[in-house]
């Protein structure tokens, strides 16, 4: 995935967040089926995960976005 990519979903481009979120969807899945939290199901712990990382993608560093895609999947 470009670095571009991530510039423009870091300035608030649908779009790009959109294909951040699929870039690191297969992640996502692998480590929510992981997960057995009380009161929480498989679909909840996907859409807190995609919240993380739009809240992620604000945070990335501009000087370090070629570490991005590491980043969000902390």
């Known amino acids: 995935m470009s670095d ?11 779009e790009a967040i959109a294909n951040v979120i699929q870039t690191v969807e297969p992640f996502i899945i692998k480590q929510c089926r992981k997960m057995n939290l009380r009161n929480y ?22 000087n ?8 969000l999947m902390k």
Do not use: M, N, R, T
Request: charged fraction near 30%; aromatic fraction near 10%.
């Open 41 to 62: 199901d498989f679909e909840d712990l996907k859409q807190i995960s995609y919240h993380a990382v739009c809240l992620g993608i604000k945070k990335i560093d501009e």
């Open 64 to 71: 370090q976005i070629s570490s991005a895609p590491s980043y």
């Open 4 to 14: 571009e990519i991530f510039l423009l979903a870091k300035s608030g481009d649908k």
